[in-house]
């Protein structure tokens, strides 16, 4: 999937459709923050910037600060792709995080989500 179109996507273009998400379903930005957050190293003023930047997610990967080693045990399926089995590595880092945003949605426990 190199040169995907997902990876000149800003950051700043999705992510308000994950709070939305996650808002429909009475949860709060400060749990999408969370989990991309954990996900990203990122802390909140990161991921700000990021968005008020209009940082793509290539770029927004290629600078996180601490990717998180336990992203691979993230399970599951994610727009019909298991994630585990997404052999790109920047397309797995995105479908790891809207996998992520999903699961708070759902309300799954934060503990779960995030492998504690």
């Known amino acids: 999937m190199a040169g995907h179109r997902i990876f000149s996507t800003s950051l700043a273009s999705i992510y308000p459709h994950y709070v939305a998400k996650a808002e429909r379903k009475d949860h709060t930005r400060d749990e999408v923050d969370q989990v991309v ?11 700000q910037q990021a968005i008020d930047e209009e940082i793509d997610l290539q770029t927004f990967f290629a600078q996180a600060p601490a990717f998180n080693p336990s992203a691979e045990l993230i ?23 809207d996998k992520l945003v999903d699961d708070v949605a759902r309300g799954k426990k934060m503990s779960s989500i995030l492998r504690g």
């Open 75 to 97: 399970r599951g399926v994610i727009c019909g792709h298991r994630v585990e089995d997404i052999e790109d590595p920047l397309m797995q880092k995105i479908r790891y995080m």
């Open 37 to 47: 957050c954990w996900l990203t190293g990122y802390d909140a003023d990161g991921i």
